[in-house]
């Protein structure tokens, strides 16, 4: 996710400007990455975390685990789905069966390789409410 944003930054921003390219094409793939992307992954996971499986206090690392890995593929799937509504949009439906399954392998990738991030952030959730209990 966050290598995405930082790969069109630094990487394909700059070399549009030097050598002649388009910015607006990649503008455009940056908003494309953070909307059609990031933030539904986002509120994916937090919706997740929220709503089916809260990290409380008292619970084993495991268990957190458990729920870093779910929430990964939570966020994944909403935006699979998401994406595959925009490109309904875009495409038609002529190209949405071919579209659909292409991006169904995707959501095990964004789940695979997000689910270490998540899995810090609520390790690191864990610990501050088991440190805050035993205070």
Not at 64 to 73: G, H, Q, Y
């Amino acid at each position: 996710m966050l290598i995405e944003i930082v790969n069109i930054l630094f990487g394909q921003l700059p070399w549009q400007f030097f050598y002649g390219g388009n910015p607006a094409d990649t503008i455009t793939g940056l908003g494309w990455s953070l909307f059609g992307f990031v933030l539904p992954f986002a509120v994916g996971v937090w919706l997740s975390l929220w709503l089916i499986l809260p990290v409380v206090p008292g619970q084993r690392l495991v268990t957190v685990l458990i729920r870093a890995v779910v929430a990964s593929t939570a966020g994944a799937v909403l935006a699979f789905l998401l994406g595959i509504l925009i490109r309904l949009v875009q495409s038609g439906f002529q190209d949405f069966v071919q579209q659909l399954v292409g991006n169904l392998f995707g959501i095990v990738s964004t789940a695979v390789v997000n689910a270490p991030l998540v899995a810090l952030v609520l390790v690191i959730q864990h610990l501050v409410l088991a440190a805050g209990r035993r205070a």
